[in-house]
């Protein structure tokens, strides 16, 4: 999921608190709301592309893990305030990201965004009024074109926006919607792909270092023996490997 959010510069401060080798439990945190990349299954677990990628990445490294969920929206500062180790929930690596938080190597390559309308529509993706759920590199591509921009807490109340007419468009992770209008007769994606973002990686404090290149390790690893690549094709079809 490809997505900006920002922390407090204040937060930073209080990274000292940071992992620095002394936990026990690593703990991962993630939004469950986004499949296929991490989602609340019907027995009440984390689930998903990166919930088996991180429990991989976490045997790996020899770490002991635990799984929090948290909303999107307070993801950043939660992680910065210690609430969390690592945010491992389809976060694309930007330099404004990178100005609070430190990535490790990425885990998925950049994938297209795609637009999801009314099946039949007639959208006017640079004047008419797109949705994107808040926070997220969709968003500022949105705002950054002619087009206006409505924002949503949540992925799914993008998609009804579009169904309920508040909205012409929605513009997410094709990986995202690709299943919705597969399953959905009333909606479809429409127009061409677009690709932004600078693939995906899991957010850790700055202070975190050793924690970041432990993980980054378990990352290079698994695209080496190719762990990762089935991942992708099993989870995230038709996204490009490594």
């Known amino acids: 999921m490809k997505k900006i959010i920002l922390g407090s510069a204040a937060l930073a401060l209080t990274a000292s608190m940071a992992f620095a080798g002394s936990h026990s439990v690593v703990r991962l945190g993630t939004e469950g709301a986004y499949p296929p990349y991490n989602f609340i299954n019907d027995a009440g677990e984390v689930d ?29 500062p939660n992680l910065v305030a ?17 100005e609070v938080i430190d990535f ?12 999801l309308a009314l099946d039949g529509a007639d959208v006017d993706f640079d004047g008419g009024v797109i949705a994107a759920q808040a926070g997220t590199i969709q ?24 169904r309920s007419g508040e909205a012409d468009a929605v513009l997410a992770d094709k990986a995202y919607l690709l ?26 404090r700055e202070s975190d270092t050793e ?32």
């Open 48 to 76: 998903g592309f990166e919930r088996e990628l991180g429990d991989e990445l976490c045997t790996r490294a020899g770490l002991t893990c635990e799984w929090v969920t948290n909303e999107w929206d307070s993801i950043i």
């Open 104 to 115: 490790t190597a990425n885990y998925s390559q950049p994938d297209p965004s795609a637009y």
């Open 82 to 98: 210690g609430n969390y180790d690592v945010i491992i929930a389809g976060m694309s690596i930007t330099d404004e990201r990178d």
């Open 179 to 204: 299943p919705i209008a597969e399953e959905n007769a009333d909606v479809a994606i429409v127009g061409e792909d677009v690709l932004i973002g600078g693939g995906i990686g899991m957010g850790i």
């Open 211 to 242: 924690l970041r290149d432990k993980f980054t390790a378990a990352i290079e690893s698994m695209k080496e023996d190719g762990t990762l690549n089935a991942l992708i094709v099993k989870w995230l079809p038709g996204s490009a490997t490594f």
């Open 139 to 162: 968003a500022a591509q949105i705002a950054s074109s002619g087009a206006t921009l409505v924002e949503f807490a949540t992925p799914d109340e993008t998609v009804a926006a579009v």
